[in-house]
């Protein structure tokens, strides 16, 4: 599966963007889709996901002001970010994945970043 992701740019804090990312390649509604995001130094960090069957799940910072949906026939999933904070500054990237054993989304396939800045 290939991976295209877009819609990061430069917002002030308070502000909103949304990102997308299209698949290709493989049947996307069997899938778990994910977003992460990777700030300068520190480590990838998940942000949230979409499962095949509606579930979802998010990252605790940001409960409340990201939604991730996404679009079978399309075969793209969204992140709407919304009350954005100068730490949601980073590099955000797509996933493609499963689930471990405990429920967790499990990226096995990485499209390539978009940046997000918040200003304060």
């Known amino acids: 599966v290939q991976l295209q992701a877009f819609g990061g740019g430069l917002v002030q804090a308070g502000g909103s963007l949304r990102l997308s990312c299209a698949a290709s390649?493989?049947?996307?509604?069997?899938?778990?889709m994910g977003w992460f995001r990777q700030a300068p130094g520190k480590e990838r960090e998940f942000v949230a996901a979409s499962w095949s069957g509606g579930r979802t799940s998010y990252a605790d910072s940001v409960k409340g002001r990201f939604t991730i949906s996404r679009d079978n026939a399309k075969n793209t999933v969204y992140l709407q970010m919304n009350s954005l904070k100068p730490e949601d500054t980073a590099v955000y990237f797509c996933?493609?994945?499963?689930?471990?054993?405990?429920?967790?989304?499990?990226?096995?396939?990485w499209g390539q970043g978009t940046q997000v800045t918040v200003s304060s």
């Open positions: 996933a493609h994945g499963g689930a471990t054993a405990s429920g967790s989304f499990r990226p096995t396939t």
């Open positions: 390649g493989r049947t996307f509604s069997i899938y778990g």
